[in-house]
């Protein structure tokens, strides 16, 4: 089949793989990369509660703003979509 | 920090970057304030560490453009910081910013901002199921690391986005289910006018398209998202034929990619006192401000999306207009740039904003059970009760339900909400502003606000006498 958008998937070159874990599990992820691109590799998608109905939520906007993304790394809540990934972190749900 | 800088810029996608260069070349002392880590704001945003080589598009190439010429510029940078508060005082401005997790105050004698844009999305049933990202999100993933929101993902949307989204997944490797989008070939047709003085962009978009009719993803003109199935996460989706009002196909999927427009992010300028105007095709409510940045409040300046949808190239345009400006008004000596391709570039821009605002019809998919303020999980019904009872105002709305004092600010249903207001109050949506903003004007952990403190240094008045 033509096609007019060439796939690129093979051209692009990541960095090392690094294991760290969201809610005591494992998940590989590229250093570097956002927590929220290594969780959607990974099918984390539901990453916490909405405080009101308990409905799970995961990753909205991804720039920054919704704050559907927060989990807990080194006791802060950051933004998954603004946190890097690096060995060993361990990210806990909101 | 604390020294006076000449101009402070706000944002440093192609607007703010562009101002920061022209202002610091005319010698003025110049910050550049910007939450991401590398210059190119959302559409020219810069890849992740984790990217050590990929095929370059347009986008990295104006972005490298604008980042190698920043690094070069004596402006000052500040990454990865937010400002999240700003104010007057006297003769000069005060930003309160976030940085390597304290808070610090910035000084300038003007004040660029250039806060870009964010994006709308109609509320339909289950679009808080995770799994659905927005059109802009979905960007800002191929962007900075190049990764898919899925492995086989339904795009739905107005305007060019929904086409540039679904090319994207496959340029990466990925499947596109279906492109579900409300514009019908019509719009596109009544838009192709306005488009002409683009050329480049007019054949970007025609290849996008064409290139999903050869893979034989199916297109949807006319179409909406009316559910997502799913219940931690997605699973499928419904459509509706919007001109017939009967359901569409269904598809099976585990993202859904969904957006109806951008908007501009004027909350600081509103803050800052600059008058709003409601233009639908500059993406809605927008700052009154001329071709140059120069608005009615003394040493404020505004560029880009922030002052309405036009785009990147006319965005970066208006940067080197505002910059220019800013830095004469100063006294500094700087070139004035001709304002012709702005306008051209303006042309294009509302053309696209106009195809990318959401349809009238589009209310309707928000059912009465539908989440609209994600933040505090209220649904329209939740909303309009309050409405009915008297708050018809978005800040009536805000102080009764909560609805905009969330986590997110009311970024995320503001425009909803307004709209609801609108239709039930009979009022045309141009009659129903924002809510008043207030700082913080990004999410601020209060321990960060408040800083390094000891109690025994909180001045304690002495008890009043008996």
């Known amino acids: 089949m033509i096609r007019l958008v060439p796939n690129h998937a093979t051209r692009i070159k990541r960095s090392e793989t690094v294991t760290f874990t969201f809610d005591s599990e494992p998940v590989q992820g590229h250093l570097g990369e956002t927590l929220v691109a290594a969780l959607m590799r990974a099918g984390h998608l539901n990453l916490r509660e909405a405080p009101n109905d308990s409905a799970p939520r995961g990753a909205f906007c991804c720039m920054g703003l919704c704050q559907e993304c927060a989990v807990i790394v080194d006791g802060q809540v950051v933004e998954a979509c603004r946190t890097v990934v690096s060995a060993d972190l361990v990210v806990e749900r909101a | ?466």
């Open chain 2, 1 to 466: 920090m604390s020294d006076l800088n000449d101009i402070a810029v706000v944002g440093a996608g192609p607007a703010g970057g562009n101002a920061a260069l022209v202002a610091a070349q005319s010698g003025a002392r110049v910050v550049m304030l910007d939450e991401q880590p590398a210059p190119g704001g959302q559409v020219w945003r810069g890849k992740t560490a984790s990217i050590l080589l990929a095929p370059v598009t347009p986008e990295t190439t104006a972005g490298n453009g604008l980042r190698s010429a920043l690094s070069e510029s004596a402006a000052t940078h500040l990454a990865d910081t937010r400002v999240w508060d700003i104010l007057r005082n006297g003769d000069h401005w005060s930003l309160q910013i976030l940085r390597n997790g304290a808070t610090e105050q910035i000084t300038c004698r003007s004040l660029i901002l250039a806060t870009g844009a964010r994006e709308y999305v109609q509320p339909i049933p289950g679009w808080t199921t995770p799994g659905v990202i927005g059109l802009a999100g979905a960007t800002s993933l191929f962007k900075q690391t190049l990764s898919l929101p899925g492995k086989r993902t339904v795009v739905s949307g107005t305007g060019p986005l929904v086409f540039f989204v679904a090319s994207e997944i496959r340029r990466l490797g990925g499947e596109v289910a279906a492109v579900i989008t409300p514009n019908t070939r019509a719009d596109w047709a009544r838009a192709t006018p306005s488009m002409i003085g683009q050329p480049k962009l007019l054949a970007r978009g025609a290849l996008w398209m064409a290139d999903l009719i050869l893979a034989r993803v199916p297109i949807l003109w006319g179409h909406a998202v009316s559910e997502v199935e799913g219940r931690d996460h997605v699973t499928g989706i419904k459509t509706i034929n919007l001109k017939r009002g009967v359901a569409g196909l269904s598809f099976a999927t585990d993202s859904l990619c969904l957006g109806n427009g951008l908007i501009a992010q004027i909350e600081a300028a509103q803050m800052l006192g600059a008058a709003i105007r409601y233009d639908p095709s500059l993406g809605g409510w927008v700052p009154v401000a001329d071709p140059d940045g120069a608005t009615k409040v003394d040493g404020l300046y505004l560029c880009g999306d922030g002052c309405g949808i036009r785009g990147a190239a006319a965005a970066a345009l208006q940067g080197t207009l505002a910059g220019a400006r800013a830095a004469r008004d100063l006294g500094f000596s700087a070139p004035s740039p001709p304002v012709r391709p702005w306008q051209r570039a303006e042309r294009f821009g509302r053309a696209m904003t106009a195809l990318s605002i959401p349809h009238a019809d589009a209310h309707a998919l928000t059912t009465q059970d539908t989440i609209v303020c994600r933040c505090e999980s209220l649904s329209r019904r939740d909303i309009s009760t309050e409405i009915t009872t008297g708050a018809t105002s978005t800040n009536a709305v805000k102080s009764g339900k909560r609805a905009g004092m969330g986590p997110c600010g009311g970024k995320y249903c503001q425009t909803a909400i307004a709209a609801l207001i609108a239709e039930q109050t009979d009022k045309s949506t141009s009659d129903v502003p924002p809510p008043t903003p207030r700082p913080p004007l990004r999410p601020v952990p209060l321990g960060q606000a408040a800083g390094d403190f000891d109690y025994d240094d909180l001045p304690i008045p002495k008890p009043a006498p008996l």
